[in-house]
């Protein structure tokens, strides 16, 4: 699979789009208002895209790093 869901209504997005996995912090609602439209409940951390858009995720973000690194060591064998 090529996509991660973050947890919310049906969001993910491609794993190539992810520039970084921040954790939470309300600093950054604004952003994810801007990109989301909302602030889901329980964010936990917060997925950056190539494009400079902040994704909530409800997963913590050493399991949303796990995944990235899993997936970019099964994309580059």
């Known amino acids: 699979m090529n996509d991660l869901w973050l947890g919310y209504d049906n969001l993910s997005i491609p794993y190539a789009e992810i520039a970084a ?24 951390a917060v997925v950056v895209t190539t494009e400079g858009r902040y994704l909530p995720s409800s997963w913590r973000a050493d399991q949303l790093r796990q995944r990235l690194i899993g997936w970019r060591a099964t994309a580059a064998s």
């Open 21 to 44: 996995v921040l954790i939470y912090q309300p600093a950054y609602d604004r952003r994810i208002l801007s990109a989301y439209g909302k602030i889901p409940a329980n964010i936990r």
